[in-house]
């Protein structure tokens, strides 16, 4: 039995190989869990959702998972994954939501309560109406991404915010992710760019 977690390039060798060093040893596996419903289809190194290598019983496929965790528990952790690592007042600062789930609607209250303006971008239009009798501004992230002062992915999806995004955000942006670990934010493109990083805790 696996769990899924981590960088998704790791994940996958890990069940190539079976977490041995010898890869041509065989590994036999019955099953598998994932908590997150994007991985659910890389057990086994399978990228195309095509097909699995073996069952694999899904976390986020629970109601009580979808809508509480994701939203109550997204809402607090958020708050707490920010101040503790940047000691930032968020009162009055442009904060852009990508995607407007069930993640991404705690998150939105989460920031609103701060003080917060924020702005949500959306590609779903029943996610996107949502946004807007929240109360949110529904924007593109072309037309703010030189203004923002926080900028949140939340999507589930891959290559949301890319090289040419980041080249453009103003000096002191706090660029972060909920969710995934690098198929959001194209943090492989910045790799090479001297002073990009900075180690705070």
Known sequence: ?????????????????????????????????????????????????????????????????????????????????????????FGGKQVLICGYGEVGKGCSQALKGLGAIVSVTEIDPICALQACMDGFRVVKLEEVVRSIDVLITCTGNKNVVTRSHLDRLKNGCIVCNMGHSNTEIDVVGRLNVVNFFRKYR
Not at 60 to 76: G, H, P, Q, W
């Open 1 to 89: 039995m696996y769990r899924t977690g981590g960088n998704s390039d790791k994940t996958a060798k890990v069940y190539r190989t079976g977490g041995n060093s010898d890869k041509t040893a065989k590994v036999y596996r019955t099953g598998g869990y994932s908590d997150k419903t994007a991985k659910m289809y890389r057990t086994g190194g399978n990228r195309d959702k095509t097909a699995k290598v073996y069952r694999t019983c899904g976390n986020s496929d629970k109601t009580a998972k979808t809508k509480f965790d994701n939203l109550y528990s997204c809402r607090e952790s958020i708050l707490d994954a920010l101040k503790r690592t940047t000691d930032v007042m």
